[in-house]
């Protein structure tokens, strides 16, 4: 090890606060330190290559390297480097919000810009509260939202979110928010009680439950649904066909706003720009980040339907919130080009076509004893692992801490595949690589995974 590899490593576990991460894991082992990225692949700081099965975390859309948005951020930082929404306007902020309201789906036609996803989902949660009282439904403050979705960080965005074991630290959070099941249909049974559902009817049956929560809890109290396209947390469930279509319906009957948490699904990971041009529906409110740029500058929106930003047309309403870097010229500049990359290249395009070779990839691990399930949509899966897939026993929290932590995640990544093995619900590994990714990449994922995953049953 070189001298200069050497003190970054020490800088790094002298003073780095890892996020999401137990420091203990590095006791005896050096933090993985990425240092550049070419493409679909990234480098570590002794030189090795890894496949980026993860898009950095679900971002890097046009892959590593790109040269065009590194000139696209200089470029604006020489021109204007700083100024703020705050009652001024500067040109790519502009620009890029007339860019993204042309692309949604539906009239959400005004962007509010934030800084990243869990700001952007706090964002559309004040709107919901403030727009239900500015117009006559002052109680309405409520939110429903999935067992084990992610949806931030921020105590807002936390108290949505339905990971239990994120929030336990942090109680109490924002009051009024509600789970209901997710679309988890791989363990229908065991969630409704019911079996054998087909995917459509347990679609139908888990979007009713949105609207018993919002019985329960009187129509009056909700503001808003959370949901994403395709959910990331307890590994890419995907909607089952009508499930949106129904909460649509729902939302409309109970006058509640449907937001769409597009975090992850935007900007090409579904194949689509957004998640209701991939599945046919429109919400109020658009939640996004990470794509947006490709993750060359940090940046968020919240996108809302025109008749939300009524209220705020007259007299001396305005939206109490913001933040200072919220649509930094740089990150706009930058989204912006990345945006040119998305048409140039044909991305979505890319990624409907390859989506089918990338799931064959995936499913063709079905034959291995540990993969129960393979699911999700465009460059976005999961595959759930098993005990026993006849019975779709998983392993107890023990096995899981073994399998994953103990194993799994490093395993993957000294076989030179980054990507996410995860316990959030049932153990899953999640890939989701640059868009920019083809068979190439599928292949060497797959015979990856087929070798680790082999080595992880045999030590069960
Ligand atoms: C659906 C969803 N919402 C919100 C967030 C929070 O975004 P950020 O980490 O940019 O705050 C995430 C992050 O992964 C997410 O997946």
């Known amino acids: 090890m070189t001298q200069p590899e050497h003190d970054v490593l020490k800088a790094a576990e002298d003073h780095l606060w890892l996020h999401f991460t137990r420091h203990s894991a590095y006791q005896q082992s050096e933090i993985p330190t990425i240092v550049r990225g070419e493409g679909s692949y990234v480098y570590d700081i002794h030189g090795k290559r890894y496949l980026d099965g993860l898009a950095g975390l679900f971002v890097v859309q046009v892959g590593h390297g790109r040269q065009e948005l590194a000139e696209a951020a200089a470029k604006q930082a020489q021109e204007l480097a700083f100024f703020p929404l705050w009652s001024y306007a500067h040109p790519k902020a502009a620009e890029l919000a007339q860019r993204l309201a042309a692309q949604t789906p539906g009239d959400l036609n005004r962007v509010f810009f934030t800084t990243g996803g869990g700001e952007a989902v706090e964002s559309a949660w004040k709107l919901a509260k403030q727009y239900f009282k500015l117009t006559g439904k002052p109680l309405k403050h409520k939110v429903i939202s999935r067992q084990i979705a992610y949806h931030g960080t921020p105590q807002g965005a936390l108290a949505i979110t339905g990971i239990p074991a994120f929030k336990q630290m942090f109680e109490p959070l924002v009051p009024g928010s509600v789970r209901v099941p997710n679309t988890n249909h791989y363990r229908a049974d065991e ?16 979007a009713d439950r949105v609207a018993r929560a919002i019985e329960m809890e009187g129509p009056d109290t909700v503001a808003a649904v959370f949901a994403e396209p395709v959910q990331n947390a307890g590994g890419c469930f995907p909607p089952p066909p009508g499930y949106w279509q129904r909460l649509r319906e729902i939302c409309d009957e109970y006058d509640v706003l449907l937001v769409s948490d597009e975090v992850i699904c935007a900007f090409g990971r579904l194949g689509t720009m957004f998640g209701g041009q991939k599945f046919d529906y429109v919400p109020d409110i658009i ?53 040119d990359i ?36 465009g460059y976005f899966w999961g595959i759930e692992l098993v005990k026993d897939k006849a019975t779709k026993e998983t392993f107890d929290a023990d096995e899981s801490e073994r399998l994953l932590r103990g194993f799994l995640s490093k395993a993957l990544f000294d076989a030179g595949l980054y990507c996410r093995a995860d316990d959030r619900g049932d153990p899953v590994i999640q890939l989701a690589p640059p868009l920019v990714a083809g068979l190439k990449e599928f292949e060497e994922i797959g015979s990856i995974l087929r070798g680790v995953l082999t080595e992880a049953w045999a030590r069960v």
Not at 191 to 206: C, D, H, R
Request: one cysteine or more; a negative charge; proline letters at 6%.
């Open 287 to 339: 939640t996004c980040a990470k794509g947006m740029t490709s993750g060359y500058s940090p940046i968020g929106a919240m996108i809302a339907h025109e008749r939300l930003f009524e209220p705020f047309k007259s007299g001396d309403t305005m939206f109490a919130h913001g933040y200072t870097f919220g649509g930094h010229p740089v990150s706009a500049a930058v989204a912006l080009a990345n945006l």
């Open 342 to 377: 998305f048409e140039r290249e044909d991305l979505l395009g890319h990624v409907t076509k390859n989506e089918p070779l990338f799931k064959q990839t995936l499913d063709d691990l079905r034959d291995l004893p540990i993969v129960g399930d393979v699911r999700g949509a």
């Open 191 to 206: 969630i409704t009680g019911v079996k054998g559902m087909t995917p459509e009817e347990y679609g139908l049956w888990a």
